[in-house]
């Protein structure tokens, strides 16, 4: 019963992670396509509650990743504790925990481009920006092809969480 009990806890927690991986780039989707409606030509205050809304997520991220990886790490080892021996996976359990872990990491790459390379980068070009004043017409371009490859890695990363959702459902087949 409390195998059980604390395996239902960290299977809940997973699954709020889960959920919040899937939801950041989700969202963020539907906000950057909202601003695309402007085109690419700097509004100030728009471009700056955006920027501040999308780079505010990157802890939250970091949080669900982390709370994903030791969730994910503390039920095997939950049911190790009890029973003695880790659970034998089914073939396709199996087939999908690699495709899981895979596209955790994958996500992970892009999240660290984005978070560590692209996000100050964007943070830099965007100070560069006042409000009322005309942008240099290079510095505007760059920020906008920056935000075009950030929203292209983000696309990447809700696929691949999307991808995570669906693997989850088939490890406890066979069970």
């Known amino acids: 019963m409390t195998e059980q009990v604390i395996h239902s806890i960290l299977l809940a927690l997973h699954n709020i992670a889960l959920v919040g991986c899937a939801a950041a780039p989700f969202y963020n989707r539907q906000l ?76 992970m790459v892009i999240m660290f481009i984005i978070f560590f390379q692209l996000n100050p980068s964007l943070r830099e070009l965007f100070s560069r920006f006042s409000a009322g004043a005309e942008p240099d017409a290079e510095k505007e371009k760059e920020f906008f092809a920056t935000r075009a490859r950030r929203k292209a890695l983000c696309e990447t990363c809700l696929k691949l969480f999307v991808a995570v959702l669906v693997f989850s459902a088939f490890l406890g087949f066979g069970a």
């Open 32 to 107: 950057v396509l909202k601003r695309a409606q402007y085109g690419p030509k700097l509004h100030y205050e728009l471009d700056k509650v955006v920027e501040d809304t999308l780079q505010s997520n990157a802890p939250h991220c970091m949080v669900f990743i982390a709370t994903l990886w030791l969730t994910g790490i503390a039920m095997p080892l939950n049911h190790l504790l009890f029973q003695g021996a880790l659970r034998d996976l089914h073939v396709v359990a199996t087939v999908a925990l690699v495709g899981k872990l895979l596209s955790i990491l994958a996500a």
